[in-house]
């Protein structure tokens, strides 16, 4: 994937995460695929991209997290492919 379609593939994972108040959340690489999970979804050590609240990812990420976060799966990517 370019950079803006990860963009675009991690804007939708956030829109359609499970969302309820209260909940942490965090982007990740877990069972092959990114993931917006909350941030217990299981006790197996994964790769972590950017964690916050529901309501942090519900009000939208400012362009600096955006900016880091985009900057963290390029570099993954790149790893992977290694």
């Known amino acids: 994937m370019n950079p803006e379609q990860l963009l675009q593939s991690v804007a939708t994972l956030i829109e359609n995460r499970d969302a309820q108040d209260g909940r942490r959340f965090h982007i990740c690489f877990f069972e092959n695929q990114f ?32 900016d880091n976060l985009l900057h963290k799966l390029v570099l993954f990517q790149k790893r992977q492919r290694k």
Do not use: I, M, S, Y
């Open 35 to 66: 993931r917006c999970l909350p941030v217990n979804h299981t006790g197996k050590a994964h790769p972590v991209f950017l964690a916050g609240t529901n309501e942090e990812f519900r009000d939208g990420l400012n362009n600096h997290q955006w």
